[in-house]
């Protein structure tokens, strides 16, 4: 505490007071709100640039809050990773998004791989390799339907925890994509070392598509250098179909976005697998 100039302390600082309580009550309501089963997965597709097939949807944590409606994840992951519930709530992700899986297949319903984003908290804990084998086991789902995303800020450190389970959910059979490229520092031979598989374009790059040349010049950077390092490419955040034709031009493999769907509810997605050609 500062000296208040009479010889006594001020440890009292009333904001400080009120974020350190308001933190613990909303830690408090998450820990109810996981045991409520309040956290939900919403589905966006990730679509073939060129067919407008359906490669694969990415699983976005909602929390469906019963007074507040729907949450979003920005409004509650930073905090969740920063008093350790990520840890659960990464399990609860890959969790559903394997029930659904199985769900789905009991439907009879095509299915494609689901991404789930994994934060680096989850890899310096340890165990989601572990994690992640025993929900396929349990729901007899070949590791090729699930696919990993981690943000490229991440790996960064390449710290030896996260190369090693890099190396073992690579090993049980999971893509690995990189989230938010271009965001960080990470060069295209270091990713390429650590065997990622999928580029996805930050969606701050896909806004200057078609604003600057500089825009579309940075995308076709990538997109060369991706696919002569053996990477495929996503576009996120593709709002516009005067992105897509540009995308669609560069060679970009596959797309996310606004313009071809927004996330949805499992149910909603059960729609468009169903449209899928069968077999
Ligand atoms: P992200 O992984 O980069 O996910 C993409 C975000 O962009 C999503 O926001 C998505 O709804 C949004 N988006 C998709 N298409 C468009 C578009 O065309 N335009 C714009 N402006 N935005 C678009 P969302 O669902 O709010 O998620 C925000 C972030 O929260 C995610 O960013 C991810 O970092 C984090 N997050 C979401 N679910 C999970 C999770 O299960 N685990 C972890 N660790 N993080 C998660
Ligand atoms: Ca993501
Ligand atoms: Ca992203
Ligand atoms: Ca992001």
């Given at each position: 505490?500062?000296?208040?100039?009479k010889?006594?302390?001020?440890?009292?600082?009333?904001s400080?007071?009120?974020?350190?309580?308001?933190?613990?009550?909303?830690?408090?309501?998450?820990?109810?709100?996981?045991?409520?089963?309040?956290l939900?997965?919403?589905?966006?597709?990730?679509?073939?640039?060129h067919?407008?097939?359906?490669?694969?949807?990415?699983?976005?944590?909602?929390?469906?809050?019963?007074?507040?409606g729907?949450?979003?994840?920005?409004?509650f992951?930073?905090?969740?990773?920063?008093?350790g519930?990520?840890?659960r709530?990464g399990?609860l992700?890959?969790?559903?998004?394997?029930?659904?899986?199985?769900?789905?297949?009991?439907?009879?319903?095509?299915?494609?791989?689901?991404?789930?984003?994994?934060?680096?908290k989850?890899f310096?804990?340890g165990?989601?390799?572990?994690?992640?084998?025993a929900?396929?086991?349990?729901?007899?789902?070949p590791?090729?339907?699930?696919?990993?995303?981690?943000?490229?800020?991440a790996?960064?450190?390449?710290h030896?925890?996260?190369?090693?389970?890099?190396?073992?959910?690579?090993?049980?059979?999971?893509?690995l994509?990189v989230?938010?490229f271009?965001?960080?520092?990470?060069?295209?031979?270091?990713?390429?070392?650590?065997?990622?598989d999928?580029?996805?374009?930050?969606k701050?790059?896909?806004?200057?598509?078609?604003?600057?040349?500089?825009?579309?010049?940075f995308?076709?950077?990538?997109v060369?250098m991706?696919?002569?390092?053996?990477?495929t490419v996503?576009?996120?955040?593709?709002e516009?179909?005067?992105q897509?034709?540009?995308?669609?031009?560069?060679?970009?493999?596959?797309?996310?976005?606004?313009?071809?769907?927004?996330?949805?509810?499992?149910?909603d997605?059960a729609?468009?697998?169903?449209?899928?050609?069968?077999?």
């Amino acid at each position: 505490g500062k000296s208040d100039g009479k010889g006594q302390y001020r440890f009292f600082d009333p904001s400080l007071y009120h974020q350190i309580k308001s933190r613990t009550l909303l830690k408090q309501h998450l820990i109810e709100a996981i045991e409520r089963d309040q956290l939900q997965l919403y589905y966006q597709p990730r679509v073939d640039t060129h067919s407008g097939q359906l490669c694969s949807m990415e699983a976005l944590v909602r929390w469906i809050h019963p007074e507040q409606g729907v949450i979003p994840p920005l409004d509650f992951i930073p905090m969740a990773e920063s008093n350790g519930l990520i840890v659960r709530i990464g399990e609860l992700v890959i969790a559903q998004a394997c029930a659904q899986l199985a769900q789905w297949r009991a439907q009879a319903l095509p299915l494609v791989p689901i991404s789930v984003n994994v934060s680096p908290k989850q890899f310096s804990h340890g165990g989601i390799h572990r994690h992640l084998e025993a929900q396929l086991a349990r729901h007899q789902l070949p590791a090729s339907l699930i696919e990993v995303e981690i943000t490229e800020s991440a790996m960064l450190g390449e710290h030896e925890s996260i190369l090693a389970q890099l190396e073992a959910l690579r090993a049980l059979g999971v893509k690995l994509h990189v989230d938010d490229f271009g965001t960080g520092y990470s060069s295209l031979s270091q990713l390429q070392k650590l065997k990622m598989d999928v580029l996805k374009v930050d969606k701050a790059f896909t806004s200057q598509l078609g604003l600057s040349t500089e825009g579309r010049v940075f995308f076709q950077a990538i997109v060369s250098m991706a696919h002569a390092l053996g990477m495929t490419v996503v576009a996120e955040g593709v709002e516009t179909a005067g992105q897509l034709n540009i995308l669609r031009d560069l060679g970009c493999n596959e797309v996310q976005g606004y313009y071809i769907a927004r996330p949805m509810p499992a149910q909603d997605m059960a729609g468009l697998l169903q449209q899928l050609p069968s077999g």
